[in-house]
């Protein structure tokens, strides 16, 4: 019985090394490897315009809408409210504004986190410190991937850390119509693995018109951790302002006085 079992198993070896080999196709796949979540700006099928915190510190400017118009082209910036930092924002005929009723069409992104109100989409411009942003990203067009009402474009702002913003500064700026803006930052990082950065603004102005006047308060601080291959970072922004817009007037009475309020 053992004897016949292993001639069968011989017999059906030797049977199988006779047939021919069989001949596979060779099939070349060609995949792309889907976009991660940091990626670089030339590799996005659109004009990003970019900047970085030296520019925004060269520009002088108020804060980021103020940038943005100096800077950026198709940028525009209307002011309602009569209001520094109360401005719309046109960007290819979709508007940033904290004015309700207008075709709000721009995604704001403070380190990830939509900033958009979520009634109307508006924006307070006022919540993101000058003082706070390492980097600006503005991508237009509609893109899926900004959330909903990303129409016109979106914008994505990188605040600072203390590992790339060691050290401590100051300034001290004064202009017309009482205008004093002051601010303050520190950053500092520990063993490779720490680093907090903190910054405060005060502004404070008259106004060019009668009782227009603007007070603003900016606190920001960041506390990062470090790990290998992960990095987590918590933020934190305090922000208060007395901000006063009295709006358009007619002409007619412009011609009287063009710093006047008719409304008072």
């Known amino acids: 019985m053992r004897s016949s079992l292993c001639l069968a198993v011989c017999l059906g070896a030797a049977g199988a090394q006779a047939q021919p080999a069989a001949q596979i196709e060779v099939i070349d796949v060609v995949g792309a490897t889907p976009l991660g979540g940091a990626i670089d700006t030339d590799r996005i099928a659109a004009n990003v315009l970019t900047a970085s915190a030296a520019e925004l510190r060269e520009q002088g400017a108020l804060d980021l809408a103020d940038f943005m118009k100096r800077s950026m082209g198709s940028v525009f910036v209307n002011e309602a409210q009569s209001n520094p930092l109360q401005p719309d924002v046109q960007y290819r005929g979709f508007v940033g504004s904290p004015l309700l009723g207008l075709p709000q069409g721009l995604a704001i992104y403070q380190d990830g986190v939509r900033i958009n109100e979520p009634f ?19 991508v237009p067009g509609s893109n ?34 009482g ?3 002051a601010q303050a930052e520190t950053g500092a990082s520990f063993s490779d693995e ?29 506390l990062t951790w470090l790990g290998e291959d ?35």
Do not use: C, M
């Open 230 to 264: 992960s990095r987590l970072d918590v933020g934190l922004t305090r922000v208060g302002t007395d901000l006063v817009g009295n709006g358009a007037a007619p002409e007619d009475l412009l011609e009287l006085d063009r710093e006047a309020i008719f409304t008072r």
């Open 179 to 181: 205008r004093i803006q």
């Open 120 to 138: 109307g989409d508006t924006v307070n411009w006022a919540l993101i410190p000058e003082s706070a942003i390492d980097s600006l990203y503005l």
């Open 144 to 177: 899926p991937l900004f959330g909903l009402n990303a129409l016109g474009g979106s914008i994505a702002v990188r605040t600072k850390d203390g590992f790339a913003h060691e050290g401590a500064s100051a300034e001290l700026t004064a202009g017309s119509f």
């Open 194 to 222: 720490l680093g907090y950065f903190v910054t405060a603004s005060l502004l404070e102005e008259d106004g060019w018109r009668d009782y227009s006047p603007t007070d603003a308060q900016q606190i920001f601080g960041k």
